[in-house]
């Protein structure tokens, strides 16, 4: 059974920068093909991919926000931490990790969200 | 970037009708395309994947159809747990992105 779970501040500053790590379990991502992404979703607004890493440490961005991101892991502790710099109010938002199946950006497991609001 | 454009943005049905969304590609993305279901506070649920590919468990009444820049999504009986907003998503080449999404109500 696959499972994943955010966890993380819910409250950060403006400029500062937010981490976020996701835990999982149920799958290693030490498997071929393997991914684990984050996508966002702004209160009342659509879904937005953010970034993925794979099984090999490759790793993908949005490209409108590729320079304020980073994602890495850690398969001894099946965790993926993702960063984002320069926090603001327009990133306030839910943020979810996703396990990605081998075929790539196809998210078939999420977790349940951690809600990240940018106030002063 | 690829744009998902999703119609209608929102939907008001009768317990029973046949349900029937729309997302359009602004490029060609093949069959790469899934449908998500989402309950309000909850996370996104996997139906369709591949165009029209039913996720394991998911009900037979959710359907998808299409391939190239046009696809469909249908709920063949709407039932009250149907009650959700719903996105469709291409994976075809990054960045993948996600349509506006539809939200259905019960009339």
């Known amino acids: 059974q696959i499972t994943l779970k955010e966890s993380g501040p819910t409250l ?10 996701c835990t ?7 498997s071929n093909g393997v991914g684990v992404g984050w996508i966002r979703q702004p209160p009342g607004k659509a879904l937005e991919w953010l970034a993925v890493i794979y099984w ?6 949005s490209p409108s926000l590729k320079t304020r991101l980073t994602i890495t892991k850690d398969t001894s502790k099946d965790q993926v931490v993702l960063t984002l710099t320069n926090m603001d109010p ?3 938002a839910t943020y979810y990790c996703a396990h990605s199946a081998p075929a790539g950006g ?7 969200g951690a809600l990240v609001t940018v106030s002063s | 970037d690829i744009q998902m454009t999703q119609s209608p943005s929102s939907l008001s049905a009768s317990i029973g009708d046949r349900v029937t969304i729309f997302c359009q590609a602004s490029q060609d993305i093949g069959s790469y395309l899934t449908w998500f279901q989402q309950k309000p ?3 996104p649920k996997l139906l369709i994947f ?3 590919n039913l996720e394991t468990g998911v009900p037979s009444r959710f359907s998808g159809s299409g391939s190239g820049t046009d696809f469909t999504f249908t709920i063949s009986s709407l039932q009250p747990e ?9 994976y075809d080449t990054l960045p993948w992105t996600f349509g506006q999404g539809t939200k259905v109500e019960i009339k």
Request: charged share 20%; glycine share 6%.
């Open chain 1, 12 to 21: 950060v500053k403006p400029t500062q920068t937010l981490t976020l790590t």
């Open chain 1, 24 to 30: 999982f379990s149920g799958f290693s991502l030490n």
């Open chain 1, 90 to 92: 327009v990133d306030t």
């Open chain 1, 56 to 61: 090999d440490d490759d790793k993908y961005f």
């Open chain 2, 82 to 90: 149907d009650i959700a907003t719903y996105y469709c998503q291409h």
């Open chain 2, 41 to 43: 506070g909850k996370a």
């Open chain 2, 50 to 52: 591949l165009a029209s």
């Open chain 1, 106 to 112: 196809l998210f078939d497991y999420w977790g349940q």
